[in-house]
């Protein structure tokens, strides 16, 4: 493994106690962004789907997981941004400097195979959403290709980020469902304080799968790339810091809230669902066509957010680990290779979700069985590199951060093994 020798960006706090910080309303606003758009990310077709089947089989029985998952994205989601402030380099240029180009090369070529079946969910998430309003698939997912492969293009990360965080205004959606549906309240916070387990492998499995979904790890290359490119320092790391622990109980709140809708209406009527059109067609005739309509825009919100960080996020992180230029703010002439990736996996999606017989569901077994493997291996590294004062100075990982970010490191990898064992048994 190579060495890694990093200065701290910033001005003149880089050493000796920190003092107080009093934080300035302007620069908060300003740093408001990365960790937002990398959190809300999460809650895409997949995480949807997941979120609504919790709540269609055991009601509010898994809305304590919630602020459970909450705690542990914010663990690796304030990791990923402060390595961002301090290095001022992505995460796949930290692997490839620290663990040396084969790890790195490896990591890669697994990141964009699962980034990339990720992404056809997300389309196919776009087309399901569109499709409950009459909209058909040849019509949408083309022009959501269009539409994002523009916003990626447009050369600017301040207004693709503005944009994304609009974009992010139709969770509210799914926040009025669920105060429409007229759930049990009481319950609903009792069973978010109190754990409510169920012995039966499909919980077990739905657990695993709220896992995968909260924190997922092409969000950790898109944290810590968003600070970057928002040329954050070290001095920024209190505001930034404000950003990841928003965007992570944000993200949270619109989870709970989708499993106390699809809770509170459709596990009493013992409604089945697969997927998050099953959800959103399964609540109009027992919620109305209000609720449907208000799923159905939250999926298509939540499917066309994600397709639009994930092929920027995955070209991002192969041209850093190699070297290459990359950037929404480099050209076609500056950033070829940054920007090819890029179209390439918007047309490869839209054209496997518009062929007849793609197998959308098995793509997205594949790319969860990758993340498993995949997301324990990133959080070594990140922990390791989080860890060195060589790389990070007085902002390395102090003992307790260090025991949370491995106790995540554990979790993850105890649940993965029981999701793989599961799979393999047919439950």
């Avoid at 195979?113 to 499709?131: D, M, Q």
Wanted: with cysteine; hydrophobic share 55%; proline share 4%.
């Amino acid at each position: 493994m190579g060495g890694l020798t990093v200065a701290c960006r910033g001005g003149g706090r880089q050493a000796g106690r920190p003092g107080r910080v009093r934080l300035d309303p302007h620069r908060v606003l300003a740093a408001m962004g990365p960790g937002m758009v990398a959190a809300l990310a999460g809650a895409d077709a997949g995480g949807v789907a997941t979120y609504s089947n919790a709540g269609a089989l055991f009601g509010f029985g898994q809305l304590w997981t919630v602020p459970v998952m909450c705690f542990l994205l914010i663990v690796v989601q304030e990791t990923a941004a402060r390595m961002g402030c301090v290095t001022g380099k992505g995460f796949a240029s930290l692997i490839r400097e620290r663990f040396g180009v084969r790890l790195s090369a490896l990591a890669m070529l697994a990141l964009l195979v699962s980034n990339t079946t990720v992404t056809f969910s997300e389309f196919a998430g776009v087309a399901s959403g569109l499709g409950l309003f009459g909209v058909p698939v040849f019509v949408s997912v083309p022009l959501a290709a269009i539409a994002i492969w523009i916003l990626t293009m447009s050369g600017s990360y301040r207004r693709i980020e503005k944009v994304l965080l609009a974009i992010s205004c139709v969770f509210v959606t799914y926040v009025v469902a669920g105060v429409m549906v007229g759930p049990d309240w009481g319950e609903a916070l009792f069973d978010t304080v109190v754990p409510q387990i169920t012995a039966s492998p499909r919980y077990v499995s739905l657990l695993v799968a709220n896992v995968g979904t909260t924190i997922a790890p092409w969000m950790v290359f898109l944290a810590q790339s968003n600070v970057v490119e928002k040329d954050a320092n070290a001095d920024d790391l209190p505001y930034q810091r404000i950003d990841t622990v928003t965007g992570a109980v944000v993200a949270s709140g619109i989870s709970w809230f989708i499993i106390l809708a699809t809770g509170a209406v459709l596990h009493p009527a013992g409604v089945v669902v697969e997927s998050a059109e099953d959800a959103a067609s399964a609540l109009a005739p027992l919620a109305g066509p209000h609720a449907e309509a208000l799923f159905g825009m939250g999926l298509v919100g939540a499917s066309f957010l994600a397709a639009c960080v994930l092929p920027g996020i995955t070209s991002s992180a192969i041209c850093e680990a190699f070297g290459w230029e990359h950037g929404s703010d480099h050209d076609w002439q500056e950033a070829p290779v940054y920007r090819g990736f890029i179209t390439a996996i918007i047309v490869v999606s839209a054209v496997v979700v518009l062929l007849p017989d793609a197998n959308l569901f098995g793509i997205m077994m594949a790319a969860q069985v990758i993340n498993g493997v995949l997301l324990p291996v990133l959080l070594v590294f990140m922990v390791i590199i989080a860890d060195d004062h060589h790389v990070m100075g007085r902002h390395a990982n102090g003992r307790a951060w260090n025991a949370l970010t491995w106790f995540t490191i554990v979790a993850v990898t105890v649940l993965t093994a029981v999701m793989f064992v599961f799979q393999a048994l047919g439950w």
